[in-house]
Nanobody, 122 residues
Framework: QVQLVESGGGLVQAGDSLRLSCAAS????????MGWFRQAPGKEREFVAA????????YYADSVKGRFTISRDNAKNTVYLQMNSLKPEDTAVYYC???????????????WGQGTQVTVSS
């Protein structure tokens, strides 16, 4: 079982940047794909970004493409989500997830973090 802990959330203004981190507890972090999802109040959880274990494959939701960047450091067992040009509609709880292959669907992941709140004011 991989334990995932997100950090880096907070309250920012529109146009600002944040970098989320997700630290995994297992040494074999480097053999799994990682993803970021988010859930806004009253809405379903939605895909944000995913990265394969090697980092060669990355996927983004259309709503964040060009603004967000997913990356990973397997030596540190950590995946990152750099979020630039934040908008109020990016406000949500952001979750990282671990799976076997990079996927745009939540069912593709079998381990989830507890989430970190990102709030973007206008």
């Amino acid at each position: 079982q991989v334990q995932l802990v997100e950090s880096g959330g907070g309250l920012v203004q529109a146009g600002d940047s944040l970098r989320l981190s997700c630290a995994a507890s297992r040494r074999t972090f480097g053999s799994g794909a990682m993803g970021w999802f988010r859930q806004a109040p009253g809405k379903e959880r939605e895909f944000v970004a995913a990265i394969s274990w090697s980092g060669a494959l990355v996927y983004y939701a259309d709503s964040v493409k060009g603004r967000f960047t997913i990356s990973r450091d397997n030596a540190k067992n950590t995946v990152y989500l750099q979020m630039n040009s934040l908008k109020p509609e990016d406000t949500a709880v952001y979750y990282c997830a671990a799976g076997y292959v990079a996927s745009r669907t939540a069912t593709g992941y079998n381990n989830w973090g507890q989430g970190t709140q990102v709030t973007v004011s206008s």
